[in-house]
């Protein structure tokens, strides 16, 4: 049977509209790290890399390539962890050219090492040789966080983060990083602004 992220993680993936805490457990990830803003051409061709290494081992068995432990199932969605830089934080409003960030794709617990030096090799005619040499294959637990679903444009984050932040105070937690995660559900090219579903997560304790 075919794994649906949208089916099996929809803890992880499809919380509520309204904040939750959440216990995440180590994650395997395919990562590239970035800064400037995100309309610029670095972080679309950032993302491309991305999707183009977690599509090289999806299509596997299109290759002829049979690993342990392969099952078939759909690319998890792109995610970011964004923060700023010490410049960006100094100011009262936000500069998208001070951002700093982490893309990442989820991989399924077979991907090794070994198939992500494959994967590398697969896609080294389709992006940068320079963003494949720095993109990494690494194991990331976040731990316990609040959650919630931002339904709306980017710009709008402020709104549900709040809504977090006051959740947080009713329940005795405590932010503990000021870094965001953000799950992309919905792509931005296809969507209407306004309908865009964004998971939007931060650590506590």
Same mark, same amino acid.
């Given at each position: 049977?075919?794994?649906?992220?949208?089916?099996?993680?929809?803890? +992880?993936?499809?919380?509520?509209?309204?904040?939750?805490?959440?216990?995440?457990?180590?994650?395997?990830?395919? /990562? #590239?790290?970035?800064? *400037?803003?995100?309309?610029?051409?670095?972080?679309?061709?950032?993302? &491309?890399? #991305?999707?183009?290494?977690?599509?090289?081992?999806?299509?596997?068995?299109?290759?002829?390539?049979?690993?342990? *432990?392969?099952?078939?199932?759909?690319?998890?969605? #792109?995610?970011?962890?964004?923060?700023?830089?010490? &410049? *960006?934080? %100094?100011?009262?409003?936000?500069?998208?050219?001070?951002?700093?960030?982490?893309?990442?794709? !989820? %991989?399924?617990?077979?991907?090794?090492?070994?198939?992500?030096?494959?994967?590398? &090799?697969?896609?080294?005619?389709?992006?940068?040789?320079?963003?494949?040499?720095?993109?990494?294959?690494? /194991? +990331?637990?976040?731990? #316990?966080?609040? %959650?919630?679903?931002? +339904? *709306?444009?980017?710009?709008?984050?402020?709104?549900?983060?709040?809504?977090?932040?006051?959740?947080?105070?009713?329940?005795?937690?405590?932010? +503990?990083?000021? !870094?965001?995660?953000?799950?992309?559900?919905?792509?931005?090219?296809?969507?209407?602004? /306004?309908?865009?579903?964004?998971?939007? !997560?931060?650590?506590?304790?």
């Amino acid at each position: 049977m075919k794994h649906e992220w949208r089916k099996r993680e929809k803890d +992880i993936y499809l919380p509520a509209a309204n904040p939750a805490k959440i216990a995440v457990p180590p994650i395997n990830y395919f /990562t #590239l790290k970035g800064k *400037g803003n995100p309309n610029n051409e670095a972080f679309k061709e950032s993302v &491309e890399t #991305l999707y183009a290494l977690s599509y090289a081992i999806r299509m596997l068995p299109k290759k002829g390539i049979t690993h342990d *432990g392969y099952y078939e199932y759909t690319v998890f969605p #792109l995610e970011g962890v964004w923060d700023l830089d010490e &410049e *960006g934080r %100094q100011l009262e409003h936000l500069d998208k050219d001070r951002l700093v960030y982490k893309l990442m794709i !989820r %991989q399924p617990e077979f991907v090794t090492a070994d198939l992500f030096s494959f994967a590398k &090799e697969v896609s080294a005619k389709k992006v940068s040789d320079a963003l494949l040499q720095s993109a990494k294959f690494e /194991t +990331i637990e976040e731990g #316990l966080c609040v %959650q919630c679903m931002h +339904i *709306g444009d980017y710009d709008s984050e402020h709104v549900t983060f709040s809504k977090m932040d006051d959740f947080c105070a009713a329940n005795h937690l405590r932010r +503990i990083d000021k !870094r965001h995660r953000e799950i992309y559900i919905s792509d931005p090219r296809k969507s209407d602004s /306004t309908k865009l579903k964004t998971v939007l !997560r931060y650590k506590v304790k």
